[in-house]
């Protein structure tokens, strides 16, 4: 069983390995504190990327888009608002996949459900799809031609 802290090692990591295997740039900041944890080289844009690990719930992957920090009345959780990170990528370790969200669809948000498959419902209104921000092909869209 890993820590909250192992996990996000694992998907740091394994963010880092997705970029750096379409050729961008992965950096990390010198210092603790800040609301992102990579630096991606997107050609003509840097790009502050928060890492988050992203369970699975039977078909849908759950970005959480918060953190939690240790407080004197207990846990204080804060969102990640886009004028302190440009994306979350998040890594699914049930499917070894990574996905990118840009700040425009988590400000505001707590969480963002990523659905695999269609609802037994047949919602479709509202609906995150997972393959809409897979983090190979959001990343290539940056990078341009």
Not at 16 to 39: C, K, M, N, Q, S
Not at 40 to 56: E, F, H, I, M, N
Not at 85 to 108: E, K, M, Q, W
Request: charged share 25%; hydrophobic share 40%.
């Amino acid at each position: 069983m890993l820590t909250t802290d192992q996990k996000g090692a694992v998907a740091e990591l394994a963010i880092a390995h997705a970029a750096a295997e379409l050729g961008v740039g992965v950096f990390t900041p010198l210092t603790d504190g800040e609301r992102y944890d990579l630096i991606l080289d997107a050609g003509s844009r840097l790009l502050r990327v928060q890492c988050k690990w992203a369970p699975l719930d039977r078909q849908t992957v759950i970005v959480r888009c918060y953190s939690n920090r240790r407080a004197r009345e207990g846990l204080r959780r804060r969102s990640y608002t886009a004028s302190e990170a440009d994306a979350i990528a998040a890594y699914c370790p049930d499917l070894d996949r990574c996905f990118l969200v840009p700040a425009s669809r988590f400000d505001g948000h707590s969480q963002l459900v990523l659905r695999l498959a269609p609802s037994k419902n047949g919602q479709r209104v509202g609906v995150n799809w997972a393959e809409d921000f897979d983090f190979d092909a959001r990343l290539t869209a940056l990078l341009g031609p």
